[in-house]
């Protein structure tokens, strides 16, 4: 499977990164590039991030810049989510490697026609880069082979009561996506937040003990502690960029079902929330599988694998 990451990598981008790059060294996944955006982060931020978290996880592959705000609107980031860093204030040491110097949006629109009908596009952050992509180029979107999404809820959101943050971070590019034609997985908050890890499942990071599964630890606890503040107890650890990933590696990790999804981009408290039609008779043809049933406890050992494996790499060294 040929994937195109798009990320705005922050905590659990990072763990996503992760996953993926453990997903790749098994032979189950080729992740041929990534596009940054601005999302929980600046981009300029965004794209550091990426790099290093890619060194450090022994994936060698290009990484373009791309847009650093919604397409109307200002960039709203998660700092209290992510660190003013966006990883957890660990402040690692500056990435060896550069971008590329081509715009994200074009490595989409390039990599699409070079792998025709086999590229998935995996989408961690915002959907503003995608949403240009295919207005610039409609075509794009029966040149792909899926769009895979962490973004969305079917039902509550978190940065309203109506919407999710990667939604709600620019509504507009969302909605060009889910209306594009393009075939398209929907990973929500109603799904993501049944994959959690809490305190007493980090034994085997614990035990390893060295600079990189403290790193790992590091992460982890600082979205514990902001998830805390908003009232969870005990403190978890959701995996909302992760599960897109292995929602895009392993199909069988969930259950979909096939709705219209439309996204609200007017309304003074829904703008941004995706709105699902879930009636026996939609108004529309359904156009988005949104994933309605994870199998949490194969996804969750998965994880910690990939976690375990990225901690033992280089000797436990991240500087």
Not at 66 to 74: C, F, I, Q, S
Not at 223 to 233: R, S
């Amino acid at each position: 499977m040929k994937v195109l990451l798009d990320a705005d990598t922050g905590v659990d981008d990072a763990l996503g990164i992760m996953y993926l790059a453990h997903a790749q060294r098994q032979g189950l996944v080729d992740v041929l590039a990534v596009g940054t955006v601005g999302g929980n982060i600046h981009v300029d931020l965004s794209t550091r991030n990426t790099l290093r978290m890619l060194e450090l996880s022994g994936l060698a592959i290009p990484v373009a810049k791309g847009a650093n705000k919604p397409l109307l609107e200002p960039l709203h980031a998660a700092a209290h989510v992510h660190g003013t860093d966006g990883l957890a204030e660990t402040n690692l040491t500056p990435p060896r490697t550069q971008e590329t110097g081509e715009h994200a949006v074009d490595q989409i629109l390039r990599l699409s026609r070079e792998h025709a009908g086999e590229l998935v596009l995996l989408a961690f952050g915002p959907l503003t880069n995608l949403g240009v992509a295919f207005v610039r180029d409609p075509g794009l979107a029966k040149r792909v082979k899926r769009v895979v999404l962490m973004g969305g809820s079917t039902q509550s959101g978190n940065v309203t009561a109506t919407a999710e943050a990667n939604i709600a971070n620019d509504p507009e590019a969302a909605r060009m996506v889910f209306l594009s034609g393009a075939p398209i997985t929907m990973v929500g908050l109603n799904v993501t937040h049944q994959t959690y890890f809490v305190e007493e499942d980090f034994g085997a990071l614990k035990q390893i003990g060295n600079e990189r599964s403290r790193f790992v630890l590091n992460l982890m606890h600082f979205m514990m502690n902001a998830y805390a503040k908003f009232g969870y107890e005990p403190p978890i650890c959701v995996l909302h960029d992760p599960l897109s990933a292995g929602v895009c590696v392993h199909a069988d990790v969930a259950q979909c079902k096939r709705l219209f999804v439309d996204v609200e981009t007017d309304g003074r408290f829904t703008r941004g929330m995706t709105v699902v039609d879930s009636r026996l008779k939609p108004s529309s043809e359904p156009n988005v599988d949104v994933v309605s049933e994870v199998h949490v406890k194969p996804f969750l050992a998965a994880m910690m694998d990939a976690l375990v494996w990225w901690a033992n790499l280089d000797g436990g060294r991240v500087s």
